[in-house]
T-cell receptor, first 113, second 113 residues
Framework: EAQVTQNPRYLITVTGKKLTVTCSQNMNHEYMSWYRQDPGLGLRQIYYSMNVEVTDKGDVPEGYKVSRKEKRNFPLILESPSPNQTSLYFC????????????FGNGTRLTVT | KQEVTQIPAALSVPEGENLVLNCSFTDSAIYNLQWFRQDPGKGLTSLLLIQSSQREQTSGRLNASLDKSSGRSTLYIAASQPGDSATYLCAGEWIGTASKLTFGTGTRLQVTL
């Protein structure tokens, strides 16, 4: 089944403890992206990747890191999480970026205390 | 800066009714517009993608239109069913934004029996 898989689905952590949210797609998509969704603010892009080894900042990249060493994986790293990073995170991919439907994972709900 | 707005934030209709969801955007030089559906606890599912050269797209009971000059898109749902209950989001992509989607905050639709 074609899908974008995120893990974990739920995560509760404490301020400053490094964490990684994994994202993997099995559709051979070139483009991958991370979004966060907050009430009243909608979805905002954190980082995106047009291809392997190519990543760039979205609208809200502060406090996050990403890497794209393989086409299928695009992990999101929070080196020192803070409470304002409590949010619902989505990974997404598309065949080639522009003019391609975007496929989303089921989300990771992160709580930082 | 491009902005996307969806009004109303919530809508309730009886089963069987035809309905229209609205999406407006501030920059008429839009590259494409996508409509998504989000179910509680789930990721987003792409419903329709309209490229800037198109005026509408259809899939089953769904029809989406795009009017660049007025900065509006509509999603028409025919013969609504309780299973259509979800949050519907629109997102625009503009040239030069490296495939970044700018999302509206969504319309939460409830179809009642």
């Amino acid at each position: 089944e074609a899908q974008v898989t995120q893990n974990p689905r739920y995560l509760i952590t404490v301020t400053g403890k490094k964490l990684t949210v994994t994202c993997s797609q099995n559709m051979n998509h070139e483009y991958m992206s991370w979004y966060r969704q907050d009430p009243g603010l909608g979805l905002r892009q954190i980082y995106y990747s047009m291809n392997v080894e190519v990543t760039d900042k979205g609208d809200v990249p502060e406090g996050y890191k990403v890497s794209r060493k393989e086409k299928r994986n695009f992990p999101l790293i929070l080196e020192s999480p803070s409470p304002n990073q409590t949010s619902l995170y989505f990974c997404a991919s598309s065949l080639s970026g522009g003019n391609s439907p975007l496929h989303f994972g089921n989300g990771t709900r992160l709580t930082v205390t | 800066k491009q902005e996307v707005t969806q009004i109303p934030a919530a809508l309730s209709v009886p089963e069987g009714e035809n309905l229209v969801l609205n999406c407006s955007f501030t920059d008429s030089a839009i590259y494409n517009l996508q409509w998504f559906r989000q179910d509680p606890g789930k990721g987003l599912t792409s419903l329709l993608l309209i490229q800037s050269s198109q005026r509408e797209q259809t899939s089953g009971r769904l029809n989406a239109s795009l009017d660049k000059s007025s900065g509006r898109s509509t999603l028409y749902i025919a013969a609504s069913q309780p299973g259509d209950s979800a949050t519907y989001l629109c997102a625009g992509e503009w040239i030069g934004t490296a495939s970044k989607l700018t999302f509206g905050t969504g319309t939460r639709l409830q179809v009642t029996l």
